[in-house]
């Protein structure tokens, strides 16, 4: 999987250094948002301050499972959270499965008060 993921970056990264405009390799690094809300209401936060244009969910496991699947024979990394608290999604420990099942890197980042 390691040659494959290979290949697939490096085509990626020749066409985009020759401008082409539609790429013919897949994402080798995804930012996989599972939640678009914040328990926290930190004053300098759009998302706890309900300031952005965002609708608040949490990203159905399915739907997750689905996104990884598809791509993860060709990532190399995934950041499963951006705008929201992915802890509040009570499906994040089968997504976390999902993703070490293609030895991807993964990286959380939480504001670790969750009740």
Same mark, same amino acid.
């Given at each position: ?19 082409? *405009?539609?790429?013919?390799?897949? $994402?080798?690094?995804?930012? !996989?948002?599972?939640?678009?809300? =914040?328990? !926290?209401?930190?004053?300098? =936060? ?9 609708? *608040? =969910?949490?990203? $159905?496991?399915?739907?997750? !499972? ?19 608290? $992915? ?18 890197? =993964?990286? !959380? ?7």
């Amino acid at each position: 999987m390691n040659i494959l993921r290979n290949i697939n970056s490096k085509i990626v990264n020749w066409q985009m250094k020759k401008g082409h *405009s539609f790429l013919f390799g897949n $994402p080798y690094f995804m930012v !996989l948002d599972t939640t678009s809300f =914040c328990n !926290l209401e930190w004053v300098w =936060c759009p998302t706890g301050q309900h300031r952005n244009s965002r609708t *608040s =969910c949490i990203m $159905p496991k399915d739907k997750a !499972l689905k996104i990884i699947n598809k791509f993860g024979k060709y990532l190399k990394g995934i950041l499963l959270f951006n705008w929201g608290e $992915p802890l509040l999604n009570p499906y994040i420990t089968d997504i976390i499965k999902a993703v070490k099942k293609y030895d991807i890197y =993964c990286s !959380l980042s939480s504001n670790l008060n969750i009740d």
